[in-house]
């Protein structure tokens, strides 16, 4: 059990930095408001996450343009796909 559980990642246990790896581990990219729109949450809330994440180097951004409208994008890094991987994982063996 001790061997499982040292695999949970703190940085997972919150649901909307759960969804943000889930959404970025499936997709190549998201921008912003998709985000938002698929996990129902604010601005602030959000951002907060995104941030998180970022700092734990789970996930990195490209900010652009579109049509004169600041656009930014998220993707999941390499390391962030692992350590999600590893947590779901962990999570699949407490329930059997």
Same mark, same amino acid.
């Given at each position: 059990?001790?061997?499982?559980?040292?695999?949970?990642?703190?940085?997972?246990?919150?649901?909307?930095?759960?969804?943000?790896?889930?959404? *970025?581990? +499936?997709? $190549?990219?998201?921008?912003?408001?998709? &985000? =938002?729109? !698929? *996990?129902? +949450?604010? $601005?602030?809330?959000?951002?907060?996450? &995104? =941030?998180? !994440?970022?700092?734990?180097?789970?996930?990195?951004?490209?900010?652009?343009?579109?049509?004169?409208?600041?656009?930014?994008?998220?993707?999941?890094?390499?390391?962030?796909?692992?350590?999600?991987?590893?947590?779901?994982?962990?999570?699949?063996?407490?329930?059997?």
């Amino acid at each position: 059990m001790k061997e499982i559980l040292k695999d949970l990642n703190k940085a997972f246990e919150n649901k909307v930095r759960l969804g943000i790896m889930s959404a *970025l581990v +499936v997709n $190549d990219y998201l921008d912003f408001n998709t &985000l =938002k729109e !698929l *996990l129902d +949450v604010t $601005d602030g809330n959000l951002a907060s996450h &995104l =941030k998180s !994440l970022e700092n734990s180097k789970y996930i990195i951004f490209k900010k652009e343009f579109l049509d004169r409208k600041p656009n930014t994008k998220y993707a999941a890094t390499n390391e962030g796909k692992d350590a999600f991987v590893k947590h779901i994982k962990a999570i699949e063996q407490l329930l059997k």
